[in-house]
DNA sequence: CCTACCGATCGGTAGG
DNA sequence: CCTACCGATCGGTAGG
């Protein structure tokens, strides 16, 4: 790691990924030019082509990437646990890791896809889906099993889960005063346990 | 009303700014342009300004009307309410009613503030707080009669609950299978009561 | 509200 | 990776 906490190794395509990354992710896609990327990579514009198939591509490359890291951490935090509580939990767990470690990945993955063509945006539906269903599926056995109630709305439950978890970028520091797994367990305790004694 | 759901007494401003809203939380405020606003509204793009002062202007007037829809809103939906588990459940309808109106400001309101203005930005954030001390307001109270637990970390349920209200607008459909109280109570009932037995 | 236009900037390319 | 450039489009204005 150099003084940015960049690789040494990074070539000039990954800087340009991780550049385009917090600028589409701070101002979004249609606000950054490709101007803009160049100057922060300390290049002009014409010749981010060279690395680039070209804006759209990029976007596309670094939502896939997003996704794949999202899906990849959730089922490496499911293997080995058994409870249902304990599952939703590290799901949560996982998700505010990938976040704090990227929450502008997050903002792209999550907001930004409108602007892909109609074939890409569908791709990534189908990506996002899968994320989705894995929450369902914990849920639902926890239902199943009578660890939850019988009476939830599942549906609900997980719209419930990911808008609370896709609205932590807007409020959460890597660099904050509380651990990570302090927040998380917070924010997986008000979701699972809810407002109510306990 | 006429045809379209829209008033017959709209003049070409009230026009823009419905036009505009459309827009802005559909393809976001960068990604659209004044000559698409123009277009839909019926008219070029010069003959917009001899009714607003420009872009920016359009979109903080859109974020500050849609606010204050929600402060409204939620103010008068506490007004009679007496339990903090009742007055909770009235804010979520509240918030739920204003999106289903308006999915598209709901939008706006919460993502397109970012490019407005340093001013405009400091002067929309202040009434998104007034906004979120609602909430917080109504929870501390609720933990303060002992309706709510005690242990609760209440900016972590507001942020919460504010998240997954948030994200309504992405899967709530006004015309959707179930009507509005439905689905609002469901919502209440999975942020207050969470999944665990009850 | 239209005609006609301004300078600036956009994504992207040819050729080296 | 730069020079030099393409046509298209941007927000906005002057004058009527």
Same mark, same amino acid.
């Given at each position: 790691?150099?003084?940015?906490?960049?690789? +040494?190794?990074?070539?000039?395509?990954?800087?340009?990924?991780?550049?385009?990354?917090?600028?589409?992710? +701070?101002?979004?896609?249609?606000?950054?030019?490709?101007?803009?990327?160049?100057?922060?990579?300390?290049?002009?514009?014409?010749?981010?082509?060279?690395?680039?198939?070209?804006?759209?591509?990029?976007?596309? +490359?670094?939502?896939?990437?997003?996704?794949?890291?999202?899906?990849? +951490?959730?089922?490496?935090?499911?293997?080995?646990?058994?409870?249902?509580?304990?599952?939703?939990?590290?799901?949560?767990?996982?998700?505010?890791?990938?976040?704090?470690?990227?929450?502008?990945?997050?903002?792209?993955?999550?907001? %930004?896809?409108?602007?892909?063509?109609?074939?890409?945006?569908?791709?990534?539906?189908?990506?996002?889906?899968?994320?989705?269903?894995?929450?369902? %599926?914990?849920? %639902?056995?926890?239902?199943?099993?009578?660890?939850?109630?019988?009476?939830?709305?599942?549906?609900?439950?997980?719209?419930?889960?990911?808008?609370?978890?896709?609205?932590?970028?807007?409020?959460?520091?890597?660099?904050?005063?509380?651990?990570?797994?302090?927040?998380?367990?917070?924010?997986?305790?008000?979701?699972?346990?809810?407002?109510?004694?306990?």
């Amino acid at each position: 790691m150099n003084g940015n906490g960049t690789s +040494e190794l990074e070539g000039p395509r990954e800087a340009i990924i991780r550049v385009a990354t917090g600028l589409f992710g +701070e101002r979004g896609f249609p606000a950054t030019s490709m101007r803009d990327i160049a100057r922060e990579v300390g290049i002009l514009a014409g010749s981010l082509y060279a690395h680039i198939d070209g804006k759209e591509t990029l976007l596309l +490359e670094i939502i896939e990437t997003g996704i794949a890291e999202y899906i990849d +951490e959730a089922v490496a935090a499911l293997t080995g646990k058994n409870g249902s509580e304990e599952r939703l939990r590290a799901l949560i767990r996982a998700h505010l890791d990938v976040v704090a470690r990227g929450p502008r990945t997050t903002k792209i993955v999550f907001h %930004q896809w409108r602007y892909l063509s109609e074939d890409h945006r569908a791709l990534v539906r189908h990506r996002r889906d899968e994320y989705e269903e894995l929450f369902v %599926q914990v849920v %639902q056995a926890g239902v199943d099993e009578g660890i939850f109630a019988a009476d939830l709305d599942v549906p609900t439950v997980v719209r419930s889960i990911l808008g609370a978890l896709n609205w932590t970028p807007e409020w959460l520091r890597a660099d904050g005063a509380d651990p990570i797994d302090v927040v998380a367990q917070r924010l997986a305790d008000t979701l699972i346990l809810g407002l109510c004694h306990r």
